[in-house]
């Protein structure tokens, strides 16, 4: 009640909202169409969601007297000299009925296609305010809805290059989509500042440093029936068949190199101390969001397949080498009897630390097996 309204929306706080948006935008692929090349002369912009302001406001929020759409992000961040133009091409929740696409038929004339596609507040969330839901706010299936696919495909067809931005809240499988792209950008629903932080992100300004928090399945058949609570296939820590994205993935500008990773142990009530060199071998400052991982190798119980359990961002300049420790608690090793009881007991463990899941071809990491 203190507050002064002097206070609300002034530009440190937009700074902010900018900051906390650039940080969470995961690049998922880039086959090195970005950061866009400032010298291209045109770009398309299009998409239910390029200038939905829904999209960036998510589920629980307050008002703000100016959102940054992507669209108004895209146009306000490109160097000059490059022609912007824009279609909404299709609906956020069903197929178009108009016949007429004018974004495929014109997408042969550009040099790029930016395409914002996703979904909704009014499709997932809270269930009187997702309007657009037949499910209350829930999802009957992971894709991306149908007709956003089949649009995407045939603007794919031309041959101009596509980079799909998604704005939402969950995950989205799209393989089809993922595997054409030129590049995929999560950028969830991001808030006041969002347009500004995804278009600083797709032209360079900022280096994409953001990790996935769940996993993305290659389709809904993938997962196991909502109603097996067994969690075998279920989240990263269980499901042993690949998906489309690991949970923690991630992608940057700025290539990492990860040194030789040690690990100091005592007893085995004694914290274990882990330490790794992170090394930016390219021309571009960046952040990296270094992950640890344990694996429990020969656990008398059932364990998951590996669980995290620390994590620390850091920013590295172009040539720079910074030392990353950890030191990870012994209750970090527990496991879990059938009634619910922790223990930790003897063994061994593999710790793996890396810029994502263990797993991940794209992403660097190195490994150490310790007993306690």
Not at 100 to 113: I, K, Y
Not at 128 to 146: C, F, K, M, N, Q
Request: glycine content about 8%; hydrophobic content about 40%.
């Amino acid at each position: 009640a203190d507050t002064p309204t002097s206070v609300i929306n002034q530009d440190a706080h937009r700074e902010l909202a900018r900051e906390a948006a650039e940080k969470s935008v995961v690049l998922l692929s880039n086959n090195g169409v970005l950061p866009i090349d400032p010298t291209i002369n045109r770009i398309m912009v299009t998409g239910p969601n390029a200038s939905s302001l829904d999209a960036l406001m998510a589920n629980y929020y307050g008002t703000s007297g100016k959102m940054v759409t992507v669209l108004e992000g895209l146009v306000e961040q490109l160097p000059e000299g490059i022609s912007v133009e824009f279609k909404p091409g299709v609906p956020v929740d069903k197929a178009s009925p108009n016949p007429r696409d004018w974004v495929s038929f014109d997408a042969a004339n550009h040099d790029l296609v930016i395409a914002v596609v996703g979904l909704s507040p009014f499709i997932e969330g809270e269930e009187g305010d997702a309007i657009l839901s037949e499910h209350l706010g829930d999802r009957e299936t992971v894709e991306l809805p149908e007709h956003q696919i089949a649009w995407l495909s045939k603007v794919m067809d031309v041959g101009t290059p596509v980079v799909v931005v998604i704005l939402s809240g969950s995950a989205v499988a799209c393989p089809d989509v993922y595997e054409r792209a030129a590049a995929v950008l999560y950028g969830w629903y991001p808030g006041e500042e969002g347009g500004t932080a995804i278009a600083r992100v797709l032209t360079g300004d900022v280096a994409p440093s953001g990790r996935l928090p769940f996993t993305i399945p290659k389709s809904t058949e993938q997962l196991p029936p909502f109603e097996d609570y067994s969690m075998d296939g279920r989240t990263y820590r269980f499901m042993a068949e690949a998906p489309q994205y690991r949970f923690g993935r991630g992608l940057s500008y700025a290539t990492f190199e990860y040194g030789q990773l040690t690990c100091e142990t005592g007893s085995i009530d004694d914290p274990v101390r882990v330490s790794v060199d992170v090394a930016n071998v390219s021309t571009i400052d960046a952040d990296e969001v270094v992950q640890l991982y344990v694996s429990d190798v020969e656990a008398s119980v059932r364990v998951p397949l590996l669980h995290l359990e620390a994590f620390e961002r850091i920013h590295v300049a172009a040539g720079e080498t910074q030392t990353v420790t950890f030191e990870v608690m012994t209750e970090q090793f527990a496991c879990f009897s059938d009634d619910g009881t922790a223990f930790v007991e003897p063994g061994s463990f593999t710790i793996t630390v890396g810029g994502g899941h263990p797993d991940d071809p794209d992403l660097p990491s190195v490994s150490a097996t310790i007993e306690l």
